[in-house]
């Protein structure tokens, strides 16, 4: 073998890609050829460092638990999931029940003071929202296209709310579901902004008059607009500020 | 309905989730950020969770890091338009211009455990991708290939290019050889 066909499968060799027979060959030609020995160590000193010094990222537990819930799966299973690491595995268990725990009593704690105020609509919506975040049914048809979770939701309503996914201006449209607020079946366009969810109900004809200025509730913000003949209430952990554009370009 | 929903779920535990940080370690590799990482994770996922059931035996680290891969690409359209079109290797090659830095802070640089994560960092987004498959997804050319949708012969031409301008970064070499090319210059 000449080093002008070596040098083709240096790489190949030193990644491991070659058959046995090119690399039978190769091996051959390292062996009575020092320079191309030398570019084969060479390629693989870097390929070493990049192993030892690039770190390679494990993905943190809270995107593990979020994309459990992603997946509908019970959150509790993201615990006991097998897991390579014994340790991590435990750490993310005691961490998953420790958040378990504290929705549970923040939920118990609160639903005596929800009976009281959730009388008004914008508490409904909050329950709804806070209701949905932690039954983990935020999303009854999963898609980030309009074409899809219109007709969906059409085909559940007797009317049709205008979908639009606004992923261009920082609000991704990541799926539907339907609501009951107020004693109506209600349209929830859910949206992702940065790390928040923001819920987004409409209905024609709906809150008229009954809720004009931002509010928050426990800590949700929440906005209401009127356009495109319809009634639009968002519900976020994002703030007043930041939903606004959401609303305002929807019920334009 | 309801079983078809649960046997997707099953899947997507069985199928993506042992490979979630080989998902987060590309897209932590693509935007160099650790929250925006994360978002093109979730993205995938829901992505990955729409299409499992179309993904036949085997292959799922592949399968999802392509989706990753996917969904970072539209992502960085949508935030980082300019990163694309200004990456086509200008920027790695400015790094290498050896005059370009102080062999005193390269020496500084060197004993910085961070420089070849760095270094691996600059590259152009075609090279760093195949790097981050290879060295630290340990994958094969064809899975690389099948990850990137280009040919076996591209995704070695990208590897060799991309190792090259790794080796003539500055920061990678050793001082002697910065202070040699400097005194020649």
Known sequence: ?252 | MMGQRVSAHGRFEREVMPHLDAAYNLARWLTRDPDDAEDVVQDACLRALRYVESLRGGGGKAWLLTIVRNAFYDWVSRNRPVEIIHDGGEAAEDAVDADAIDPEQAAMRKSDARVLADALASLPLQFREAIVLRELEDMSYRDIARVIDVPVGTVMSRLARGRAMLRRMPSLQPVQEIMATRRQS
């Open chain 1, 1 to 252: 073998m000449k080093c002008e066909n070596a040098r083709l499968d240096m790489d190949s060799y030193a990644d491991g890609e070659l058959s046995a027979w090119r690399r039978f060959a190769v091996r051959r030609h390292l062996d009575a050829c020092p320079a191309c020995a030398g570019r084969v160590a060479e390629a693989r000193s870097l390929q070493q460092r990049i192993r030892a010094e690039a770190p390679r990222f494990t993905a943190p537990e809270r995107l593990r638990a979020s994309v459990m819930a992603l997946s509908g799966g019970p959150v509790a299973r993201a615990a006991t999931r097998p897991s390579r690491d014994l340790r991590w595995q435990w750490i993310g268990a005691g961490a998953l029940v420790g958040c378990v725990l504290t929705i549970v009593s923040w939920v118990a704690g609160t639903a005596a003071l929800d009976r009281a105020t959730e009388t008004d609509l914008a508490s409904a919506a909050v329950a709804a929202h806070v209701r949905a975040v932690l039954a983990d049914q935020m999303i009854q048809v999963a898609s980030s296209d309009q074409h899809t979770v219109k007709p969906w939701l059409s085909s559940h309503l007797d009317y049709s709310p205008p979908v639009q996914d606004l992923a261009d201006e920082g609000f991704a449209l990541v799926g539907a579901r339907i609501e009951t607020l107020d004693g109506h079946p209600v349209a929830t366009l859910v949206y992702r902004y940065r790390k928040h969810t923001v819920d987004v109900f409409v209905r024609p004809d709906w809150l008229r008059s009954r809720m004009t200025d931002p509010r928050t509730i426990r800590g949700f913000h929440v906005l209401r607009a009127e356009g495109g003949g319809m009634d639009w209430l968002a519900v976020s952990d994002a703030s007043a500020e930041a939903i606004a554009p959401l609303l305002r370009r929807l019920s334009e």
